[in-house]
């Protein structure tokens, strides 16, 4: 049996593919509310403004990395092993048609001011991701756990960024993102 989607969730997921695919200054109210086929009332009264909708997409857009994360990683038998299966589902995803960048970096480079509720969303993300890959870091037995998880968040967010730019191009550097992160975990553990 199949769920109707509410107003509010078809909205939400229009708003969420529109954002992710073409950028969040780029898409306006109006566009949300004709793609969705949901008027512009039903809208704001479900988020009052375009930025409240921003954040919650980016709350929902982190929500949906920690599970991904913990699915890619649950079966992995030790933080060793899960930082390498982080960056092999990363290699396929940034690699894929689907992806189009990191949400987070994205509302940073449309929204630069730090006191935007988009980017502060972005940072209180990036910062939780850092310490998870320190937290592995230091059970992986890093003696530099915080230089490991530095380097392998600009590898991270390198690849999200080429991902944006190249996109499935041969010429995409992320095609060698899992090797480069093993070397960069063999060579610090």
């Known amino acids: 049996m199949k769920t109707e989607v509410t107003p509010k969730e ?4 229009t708003a969420a593919h529109l954002f992710y695919q073409h950028g969040y200054r780029a898409i306006g109210v109006d566009t949300i509310a004709a793609e969705s086929g949901i008027g ?11 930025d409240d909708l921003i ?13 991904q994360f913990e699915h890619i990683t ?4 030790s933080a060793k092993g899960k930082l390498l299966a982080f960056f092999a589902a990363l290699q396929s995803y940034v690699l894929s ?6 949400p ?13 509720a988009g980017h502060q969303v972005a940072l209180e993300h990036k910062h939780s991701v ?6 592995l870091a230091e059970e992986a037995g890093a003696p530099q756990q915080e230089a490991l998880a530095n ?9 999200y960024v080429t991902a944006r730019m190249f996109g499935e191009s041969p010429n995409n550097p992320a095609t060698h993102l899992a090797e480069t992160a093993r070397q960069i975990i063999e060579a610090n553990c």
Not at 10 to 13: A, E, G, R, S, T
Not at 40 to 50: A, N
Not at 97 to 102: A, I, K, R, T, V
Request: aromatic fraction near 18%; charge should be positive.
């Open 10 to 13: 078809k909205l939400f997921q």
């Open 40 to 50: 512009k009332m039903t809208l704001y009264r479900h988020f009052p403004s375009k």
């Open 55 to 67: 954040v919650a997409y980016l709350r929902d857009s982190n929500q949906l990395f920690w599970d």
């Open 74 to 77: 649950g079966d992995a038998p």
């Open 97 to 102: 048609p689907d992806c189009y960048g990191c």
């Open 104 to 116: 987070f970096i994205n509302v940073s480079t449309e929204y630069p001011r730090t006191d935007y």
């Open 130 to 135: 850092l310490k998870r890959f320190q937290q």
């Open 151 to 159: 380097a392998l968040f600009l590898l991270m967010d390198g690849a």
